[in-house]
């Protein structure tokens, strides 16, 4: 953690561990380059066993989601995912042979009776993996990409010990772009001469390259880093980080409760009067740099009810780079903005 920081947000440089093990990851977790990787090794252990039709997804998620499923030919069936009182409304679809799930943002989910389900269930639980587990999924998976700075991170477990395909070992130079990008970050971070944001441009090469791959493995270095990350640290910085703008925005939250098991990805909010763009624009200027999840895409199908929350959500960074003071510029920034 560096204080006095230049920028908020965009991409991780660095992994916070401690030399005992997490054991948050199962003996059985597979490593791959990316959580799509780590999916598209389901999609294809599923296909070995069964010849699945139609997948139900979320209307509420990314593209890189949907695209794996397109392209083994299973069709994709939305079901509702939209803002209520207490949280994100799930109005899950049983008919299709593979469930889709996903557990936004850290935040306790909805619970669903599942037990009535006969297909192959799928949980995409990059947002949750240090809030909670579940066993009702055949498959679980994930991204350490959006917790701290791994190089690849993607990881998967079957629920009956389905081995996963490995099919290519090529990740186009991805690893090493990342590598590079990381390292031109922290000497920009911490002012050691980097002071023209070149880290930018390495980064989107190795999104490019990343592109390409397909089923790939996670390097062994990101595999041993993520078995001692300091989950506690992770937990209790981002908790710290989250009440401050949970308290100074408690009107704009998705999710208005956050338990004692929760571990905040991010502080999601709506921003009122149509305004998010805005604000981020308001932001980056502030060198705060808040994503939001996720774009629109041609694969998605929205109607009124479930295209609002992609209109108007903006994810707001408590990760645990930073400490309060920076949290309070943040709210101090954002508050300015409200009041013009």
């Known amino acids: 953690m560096v204080t006095g920081m230049r920028e908020i947000g965009s991409e991780f440089w660095e992994v916070p561990t401690n030399n005992t093990g997490n054991g948050v990851f199962p003996s059985s977790t597979q490593w791959f380059l990316s959580g799509r990787s780590a999916l598209q090794a389901i ?10 039709r139609f997948v139900a997804m979320p209307s509420y998620c990314c593209d890189s989601m949907i695209v794996p499923f397109l392209k083994e030919g299973i069709e994709v069936r939305f079901y509702p995912v939209y803002p209520g009182e207490d949280g994100l409304v799930q109005e899950i679809d049983k008919s299709c042979d593979i469930l889709f799930l996903i557990d936004y943002f850290g935040y306790s989910a909805q619970v669903f009776a599942l037990d009535d389900y006969g297909g192959e269930i ?3 639980v990059t947002h ?4 909670y587990s579940y066993n009702d999924a055949d498959y679980c998976f994930g991204s350490l990409r959006k917790w701290c700075g791994v190089w690849t991170g993607g990881y998967a ?18 690893a090493a772009l990342r590598e590079k990008a990381m390292k031109l970050k922290d000497s920009y971070i911490h002012g050691w001469g980097a002071v023209n944001k070149e880290h930018l441009r ?5 999104e490019e390259a990343l592109e390409r791959v397909t089923i790939a493995p996670a390097k062994n270095r990101d ?5 001692k990350l300091n989950v506690e640290f992770i937990n209790s910085r981002r908790r710290a980080n989250a009440e401050v703008l949970r308290s100074a925005f408690s009107e704009w939250l998705i999710f208005p409760h956050l338990s004692d098991s929760d571990t905040p990805m991010f502080v999601p909010v709506l921003v ?5 763009d805005e604000l981020r624009r308001y932001l980056i200027k502030h060198e705060i740099y808040c994503p ?4 629109v895409s041609e694969y998605h199908r929205l109607d009124e009810r479930t295209v609002y929350i992609y209109q108007n959500e903006l994810s707001l960074v408590c990760d645990q780079r930073y400490t309060v003071e920076d949290m309070n510029r943040m709210v101090e920034t954002i508050k300015m903005f409200v009041e013009g």
């Not at 999609?43 to 699945?52: A, D, F, L, S």
């Not at 390495?202 to 190795?206: G, Y």
């Not at 939001?292 to 774009?295: A, L, N």
């Open 292 to 295: 939001v999840h996720w774009p």
């Open 128 to 131: 949750s993996v240090f809030s």
């Open 157 to 174: 477990w079957g629920k009956a010990g389905h081995g996963l395909p490995m099919t290519g070992t090529d990740d186009y130079g991805y």
């Open 223 to 227: 595999i041993e880093l993520a078995k």
């Open 272 to 276: 009122p009067e149509g305004k998010r």
């Open 202 to 206: 390495v980064f989107e090469e190795a």
């Open 122 to 124: 799928i949980r995409d």
């Open 43 to 52: 999609i294809k252990g599923i296909k070995e066993r069964k010849e699945p």
